[in-house]
């Protein structure tokens, strides 16, 4: 039976192993490097030389924020979305619907008419959001048919301590894309 000691798990050993030095990573693995009994050499090689790279991933507060300048200092309740559309000579607009949740779950909130190529709304943060484009298609010479080009995504904020000078919340999530591929 093992004994825990108060307010050491296993997440604390990892960010004490992720956050040893070079020289200290190679001298806690030298022994498997050495033929150790543990690991074989090319598994301590393969640890050593990923170690770098689960440092950054164990941050999950820096992921994604480039510019302290998309920061919010509270939390944002609505959030801008930013839908790609196709227009062209046969789609000079296009028919626009904003679903809560997916598609199958039919709670239509927003139905519009676009005329530009980015079409943007305000909506509720920190939920999932189906988006959905009707286009014409077909040639001249036949009748014409309806395609829908549909995406879908959370729109989430997420608040960044380690980076900006102060608490900083971001949107992300909040580009969709429902423009037509051919």
Known sequence: MKTRVPGHTKKMQMKQIISL??????????????????????????????????????????????????????????AEINVKLTLNQLNPFVVINVYSGRIEEEILILSDTARIETWSALLTVDEYYTVTATYRSGSQTRDYYNVTAIDGGFVRTKKILARCDKPCWVIRGNNFNVRLKY
Do not use: H, M
Request: glycine share 6%.
């Open 21 to 78: 030095t070079w020289s200290a990573k190679k001298e806690l693995f030298l022994p498997a490097l050495q033929g150790g009994e543990y690991l074989s050499r090319t598994v301590a090689i393969i640890i050593l030389c990923t170690f770098p790279f689960i440092s950054q991933a164990c941050n999950p507060e820096e992921w994604g924020v480039a510019d302290c300048s998309e920061c919010y200092v509270d939390k944002p309740s609505e």
